[in-house]
C-alpha cells in the first residue's frame, strides 16, 4: 500500500538507493546474526529486569529526593499500590507476599547480561559500519523537513514504505540512539549509584546525582522511560507488519521463501 | 560434501573448535581456581543466580576491597533516626534489658587462638570509632546516623583469629537472626560492633546493646543484639549452610551489590 505522501515530498529514505533495490533474493540478511542474537538476549534481560524491578519497587513504593527517605521523612510521591512489607501505609487492607529475594538475585544477574550484550552490541557499532550504516541519521535526512514528514507519517500511524524494512527511518535512528547511549547508560548509572559497596569506592557516581534516594528516584523514571520505548517498539513492530519485522529480527530475512522468490 | 577440499576443511575446523573448546574449558578451570584462591567466589555461585552473584562479588572484591563507605557530616544525620520494627523481645532478652544490659555478653570462638566471652564494659575499653554512615535497607529506604563501637578487627586481633579464617558468623539473641561476612568485610576498618548512636547508647530499636555495622553491604547484614560470634574457614554447620538466616529465606548472601 503506497503512501499518498510518497508522490509529494521525497521520502525520508534512509539508505537510498540500495535499500530499496535489495533484491530479493539476497542473501544478506535485513540484521547481522550479530545484531539479532544481542537483541533477544536484550530484551529477555530487560523483561526479567522489569519484572523484577516492579518486585523490589513493590516492597516500598514511596520516592524521596535527596541522600535519604523513609517513612518518616516527606516523600516526593508514592505509587498508589499495595506493598509487599507493613511499613509503607498504602491504603490497602492487605500486604503483598515478599518476592525480594529471588527478584533481587534475578534483577542483578539480568543486569550483568543486558551490560555484557550491550557492550558486545556497542563495540561491534564500532567494527561493523552498522553505526554509520544504520544507526546514525544520512546527512539528507538532518532537516526539519525531513524529520516533521517522518513525525507526521508516524503521528498518523501510517503503515511504513516497503523500503523501510530495508533501512530505518529518522525518527527510528534517533530513538535507538537515545535507548543505546542516554537511556541504557543512564539507567545502569543509577543503578550502581545505590550500590553501598561500588559507591565507597566511586561515591561521584551518587555525589553527581544528589544522593542515593535521588539515584534510586532517578532509576526508576529512567525505567519508565525504557519501558515507554518497549510499548512504543512493540506497537510500530505490529503497525509495520508484525510477521515481516520478527523474521527479520529473528532468521534476518523479512520475507518468506516464498515472497522471496 | 563431495568435495575433498570441502571435507577436508570440515574436518580441520572441527579440530581447531575441539581444540578451542577445550582450551575454553580449560581456561575456565585454571579462571575458578585462580578467582577461588583471591576469594572471589561467593557461598551462593551455584544455581541458577550464581553466575550475577560471582559476577557482582568478585568486581567488588577487585575493585572495592579496601574502599570506605561514604561518611557524612553531623548536618546530615537523619532527624528524628528512624528504627524499623523488630520483632517483640523475648522473655531472655527482657531480661538482660531489666538489668541495663549489665551482663550482657559476647562470645567469640571458633578459629581463634583465645575464645574469650566480653562484656559490653570491655568492649567498650577497647578503642572506640565513630562514623557517620548511611543504612539502607534492601527494601528502598535509607536513614544516616553515627554509630559508635570497637572495630570488628579489634576484637578478632584480641582473641587471636587464625590465618585460615574465611569468614566471620554474628549472631543475634533472636532466633534465627544471623550473618556471615567474608575477611575483607570483617577486617574492613568501618566494620564496627556498634554500642552507641548519635553521640548516646544505641538504643534497642537501633539493635542495642550491640549491633554489627557493616556500613558496605545493606541493612540485612547488620544484625542487631549481637551476642554470639564464630570464626571458622567455611560456612557448614549453621541453618542450611548458606551463611545466612536472609540465604536460608532466599536473599543473596553478599548484600553489598
Not at chain 1, 135 to 152: G, M, Q
Not at chain 2, 72 to 84: D, E, L, T
Request: net charge positive.
Amino acid at each position: 500500500m503506497a503512501r499518498m505522501e510518497s508522490a509529494q515530498v521525497p521520502l525520508p529514505t534512509s539508505a537510498p538507493s540500495s535499500a530499496a533495490s535489495v533484491p530479493a533474493a539476497t542473501a544478506r540478511p535485513r540484521h547481522s546474526a550479530l545484531v539479532r542474537i544481542t537483541h533477544w538476549i536484550t530484551t529477555l534481560s530487560f523483561l526479567a529486569l522489569l519484572v523484577s524491578g516492579f518486585e523490589i519497587v513493590i516492597s516500598h513504593p514511596r520516592f524521596y529526593w535527596g541522600e535519604t527517605g523513609n517513612v518518616r521523612t516527606p516523600a516526593l510521591f508514592q505509587i498508589p499500590i499495595p506493598a509487599s512489607r507493613h511499613l509503607v501505609q498504602t491504603g490497602y487492607g492487605y500486604v503483598l507476599p515478599d518476592q525480594n529475594g529471588w527478584s533481587r538475585y534475578l534483577h542483578f544477574q539480568a543486569a550483568w547480561i543486558a551490560v555484557l550484550t550491550g557492550l558486545l552490541y556497542v563495540i561491534s557499532l564500532l567494527f561493523t559500519g552498522h553505526l554509520r550504516k544504520d544507526l546514525l541519521p544520512n546527512r539528507s535526512d538532518l532537516s526539519w523537513r525531513s524529520f516533521s514528514t517522518t513525525l507526521a507519517s508516524h503521528l498518523r500511524f501510517a503503515k511504513p514504505s516497503e523500503e523501510e524494512a530495508w533501512s530505518y527511518n529518522l525518527l527510528q535512528r534517533l530513538s535507538y540512539l537515545f535507548v543505546i547511549f542516554v537511556l541504557f547508560p543512564s539507567v545502569i548509572w543509577t543503578g550502581l549509584a545505590m550500590s553501598p559497596a561500588f559507591v565507597s569506592a566511586f561515591p561521584a557516581t551518587v555525589n553527581l546525582l544528589g544522593g542515593q534516594q535521588s539515584a534510586r528516584t532517578l532509576h526508576f523514571f529512567v525505567s519508565l522511560a525504557l519501558l515507554l520505548f518497549l510499548l512504543v517498539h512493540v506497537g510500530m513492530i505490529f503497525l509495520a507488519g508484525f510477521s515481516s519485522r520478527m523474521r527479520a529480527m529473528i532468521s534476518g530475512q523479512p520475507l518468506t521463501h516464498k515472497e522471496r522468490t | 560434501m563431495t568435495n575433498p577440499a570441502s571435507r577436508k576443511l570440515s574436518r580441520r575446523k572441527l579440530i581447531v573448535g575441539g581444540l578451542a573448546a577445550t582450551a575454553g574449558v580449560a581456561g575456565l578451570g585454571v579462571a575458578a581456581r585462580i578467582a577461588q584462591k583471591y576469594g572471589l567466589v561467593p557461598p551462593d555461585h551455584g544455581g541458577i543466580y550464581g553466575l550475577g552473584e560471582t559476577l557482582t562479588y568478585a568486581s567488588q572484591r577487585l575493585l572495592t576491597r579496601h574502599s570506605l563507605a561514604r561518611e557524612f557530616p553531623k548536618s546530615q544525620i537523619s532527624q528524628p533516626p528512624f528504627a524499623n520494627e523488630v520483632e517483640p523481645p523475648s522473655d531472655q532478652f527482657k531480661r538482660f534489658q531489666a538489668g541495663h544490659f549489665a551482663d550482657w555478653r559476647l562470645d567469640v570462638d571458633g578459629m581463634v587462638a583465645r575464645p574469650t566471652s566480653f562484656s559490653l564494659d570491655q568492649l567498650k575499653s577497647y578503642p572506640s570509632q565513630s562514623q557517620i554512615t548511611m543504612l539502607q535497607c534492601e527494601e528502598g529506604w535509607s536513614y544516616i546516623a553515627e554509630w559508635i563501637g570497637v572495630p570488628l578487627s579489634h576484637v578478632l586481633d584480641v582473641v587471636g583469629a587464625l590465618p585460615q579464617a574465611r569468614y566471620v558468623f554474628y549472631f543475634s539473641i533472636e532466633p534465627d537472626t544471623w550473618e556471615t561476612i567474608d575477611m575483607a568485610d570483617a577486617l574492613h576498618p568501618q566494620t564496627l560492633l556498634t554500642y552507641g548512636m548519635n553521640g548516646d547508647e544505641l538504643p534497642v530499636g537501633h539493635g542495642g546493646p550491640l549491633r554489627l555495622r557493616v556500613p558496605r553491604q545493606v541493612g540485612y547484614k547488620n544484625v542487631k543484639f549481637i551476642n554470639h560470634l564464630t570464626v571458622s574457614d567455611n560456612l557448614k554447620g549453621f541453618g542450611k549452610g548458606l551463611g545466612s538466616a536472609s540465604a536460608d529465606a532466599g536473599y543473596a548472601w553478599y548484600a553489598g551489590i
